[in-house]
């Protein structure tokens, strides 16, 4: 065993080490509680419809990634598009840390597209800096909304400046892509000039062109961004429906604020579909709306994350027996 594969196998077993601390350590006080998590199955008048709706926000971002795709000129069809990010979804579970399902993703779409892997890299690319953005502002509108209530203790002080501030960044990022002109950026200047001094600067380099390119496209970039604060806003709706499902009460504003700043915690690479890291974050900030339950909720929306790794499980194997060569590389018992 080499040196490489020895130092990934030890931050492999150091990230499963503090999930499992977090998650004993929650257990042991009772903050995460298989009991009451099952609670959720006995409200399926709850349950299913909020399943059934992030299912649906799911495949909304398969279709916004699809109309990134398209801005790129890549030409696959939407059920392609749909059966490759449903592929991505199993291969962020199966492999964490290893090959995620961007670059999975990225790679399928290089052979259905003439080896224009690149490109779609860069539509995925965006795509997440999309998502991200919208998470901060759907974040900064609710607290807006609910700047009073948010006020107190040093940490709703410090939240409120974290949410706020994100925010501000994303208007200067976005007004930063789209209002000045490539010729005029300097970051694509200089990236530009030292892309032939080495494999790292040629693909900081291809990274950011791809970013750019939607320059060009202000109207699909605008749409791709209100479509991902809907997502994001029905996610947030959903925990507020899980909650109820639990009979949590909870204050329906402020749940827009602090949901999105737990998705950015589980978007931390520890282990698959943010367990431990996620459960930890998203119990401190529901305690800020006064329960200890934030776990729970969390584990309800991990299940919902699994059923999807499990279709994309399904078309991943529907895929391979299609293309029998395509990808051996990821596969979960693949040699390496």
């Known amino acids: 065993m080499n040196v490489q594969k020895m130092k990934r196998y030890a931050v492999t077993i150091g990230k ?37 709706f992030l299912l649906a926000t799911n495949l909304l971002s398969m279709a916004r990634w699809h109309w990134l795709l398209t801005a ?21 579970v199966m492999l964490p840390g290893a090959v995620s399902g961007d670059f999975v993703k990225a790679y399928y779409v290089g052979i259905a597209s003439d080896g224009r892997r690149g490109h779609a890299f860069g539509s995925i690319l965006f795509d997440r800096v ?30 409120r400046l974290f949410v706020a501030s ?12 789209f209002l000045l002109k490539e010729r005029h950026d300097p970051v694509f200047r200089l990236l530009n000039h030292y892309k032939g001094r ?16 939607y320059h060009s496209h202000r109207l699909i970039s605008a749409g ?4 991902s604060a809907g997502i994001h806003a029905a996610v947030c709706l959903s ?18 604020v602090v949901v999105p700043l737990g998705l950015l915690i589980t978007a931390i690479p520890v282990a698959p579909a943010g367990i431990g890291t996620g459960h930890a974050g998203f119990l401190w900030l529901f305690g800020l709306l006064g329960t200890n339950r934030g776990a729970d909720l969390f584990t309800l929306f991990v ?27 990821f596969a979960p018992n693949a040699n390496g």
């Open 239 to 256: 925990f507020y429906w899980f909650a109820k499902a639990l009979e949590i009460d909870l204050p329906f504003q402020q749940v827009f």
């Open 16 to 52: 499963l080490g503090l999930v499992a601390g977090l998650l004993y350590w929650m257990a042991q006080k009772g903050l995460i509680s298989p009991e009451v998590t099952a609670r959720a199955f006995r409200r399926l008048d709850l349950f299913l419809p909020t399943c059934l």
């Open 198 to 213: 080495g494999k790292l600067f040629k693909s900081l380099f291809g990274i950011y062109e791809g970013i750019r390119s």
């Open 72 to 92: 790129q000129g890549i030409r696959i069809t939407l059920g392609h598009t749909v059966q490759l990010s449903f592929i991505g979804s199993f291969f962020n």
């Open 303 to 329: 299940l919902n994350n699994l059923f999807t790794a499990a279709i994309g499980g399904i078309a991943y194997l529907a895929y391979r027996s299609r293309h029998p060569h395509a990808g051996k590389e």
């Open 130 to 159: 999309v998502g991200l953005s919208a998470l901060a502002l759907v974040s900064a509108t609710a607290l807006a909304l609910e700047w009073d209530e948010l006020k107190g203790t040093p940490v709703l002080s410090a939240l």
């Open 166 to 177: 994100a925010a501000i960044a994303v208007v200067c990022g976005l007004s930063y892509l």
């Open 224 to 227: 791709a961004l209100v479509i």
